[in-house]
């Protein structure tokens, strides 16, 4: 199956922090958000394992999608160096998505670095809810998109680590003591472990609906290697899940949290 794709634009959003458009009729049809896509970064050895890559936003008059991606290590480090009109293998969409909100629903997503980028794409989706966001990251200059984030959602709240923008600290801070007050019909995470952690112990506590991204490394991207198992609850018991199948999006009450 040829999964070959052109792109139309590249360019780098902040340090480290890279975008892509590319033109792709059959992701941006099929897509939904929280679903990624696994990419071949490169032909060596190196890059021989595809890297998964969430879908940031779509076009569907277009037919492009985005995704934006940290230079991490070998595999991000090769897709920085893409350009307009070069070519890029990317198979999807993939994994299951988030739950789209009802009409009229209040939702809440809670996204930290690079887990805030499938938020975007679930926030531009969910149509006329009432639509809270709250991002961090670690200093200013490591904000991006915030423009995007203000156009697709009611209310955005920013913090940074360091203090160098927005509040100061962690954002499960600021959410919190707004969850306390409000009481969203949905609230939806992807980011850090921790901080995934706090938001969805709280949301079970109160009984409020919460889906989590879980990020895990992978390999075939399709159920197929077990490289992406994770332990989720199994009655009283555990079980594994593929986080590229069965998720990445999970209830909060099945992980192991
Ligand atoms: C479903 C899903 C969606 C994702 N969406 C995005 C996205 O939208 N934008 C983005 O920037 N990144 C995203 N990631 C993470 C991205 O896949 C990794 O950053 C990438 O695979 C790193 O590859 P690399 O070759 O550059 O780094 P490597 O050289 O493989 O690793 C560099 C460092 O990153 C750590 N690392 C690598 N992969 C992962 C991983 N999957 N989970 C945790 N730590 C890892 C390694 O332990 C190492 O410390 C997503 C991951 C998943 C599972
Ligand atoms: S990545 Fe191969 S089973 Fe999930």
């Not at 299951?96 to 996204?111: D, M, R, S, Y």
């Not at 927005?166 to 949905?186: N, V």
């Not at 609230?187 to 112990?201: E, H, Q």
């Not at 399709?222 to 594994?240: H, P, Q, S």
């Amino acid at each position: 199956m040829n999964f070959n794709e052109r792109i139309l634009k590249s360019e780098i959003l902040a340090k480290n922090i890279h975008l892509l458009r590319i033109k792709s009729e059959r992701i941006a049809m099929k897509a939904s958000p929280g679903q990624f896509v696994n990419v071949r970064c490169g032909t060596g050895l190196d890059a021989y394992l595809r890297r998964p890559v969430s879908i940031c936003r779509v076009d569907s008059e277009e037919n492009t999608f985005d995704m934006v991606f940290m230079n991490r290590g070998k595999g991000t480090n090769l897709l920085c160096g893409l350009y307009c009109d070069d070519v890029i293998d990317v198979m999807g969409p993939l994994g299951n998505g988030f739950t789209l909100p009802g009409k009229n629903e209040h939702i809440a997503v809670v996204g930290g670095g690079i887990g805030i980028f499938p938020l975007l794409y679930l926030l531009e989706k969910s149509g006329n809810a009432k639509k809270s966001a709250f991002l961090g990251f670690r200093t200013k200059k490591a904000v991006v998109l915030k423009e995007a984030f203000q156009k697709a959602c009611d209310e955005l709240v920013i913090s940074t680590d360091d203090g160098s923008y927005g509040i100061d600290g962690l954002i499960t801070e600021p959410f919190l003591k707004w969850l306390e007050a409000e009481r969203p019909d949905r609230v939806y995470t992807c980011g850090p472990l921790p901080m995934m952690r706090a938001v969805a112990l709280s949301c079970m506590e109160q009984g409020i609906f919460c889906e989590v991204s879980m990020e895990q490394r992978m390999g075939c991207g399709i159920g197929a290697c077990l490289v992406c198992a994770c332990k989720v609850k199994d009655g009283d018991d555990f079980n594994y899940a593929h986080v590229c199948k069965d998720g990445p999006v999970f209830p909060a009450e099945r992980l192991m949290l």
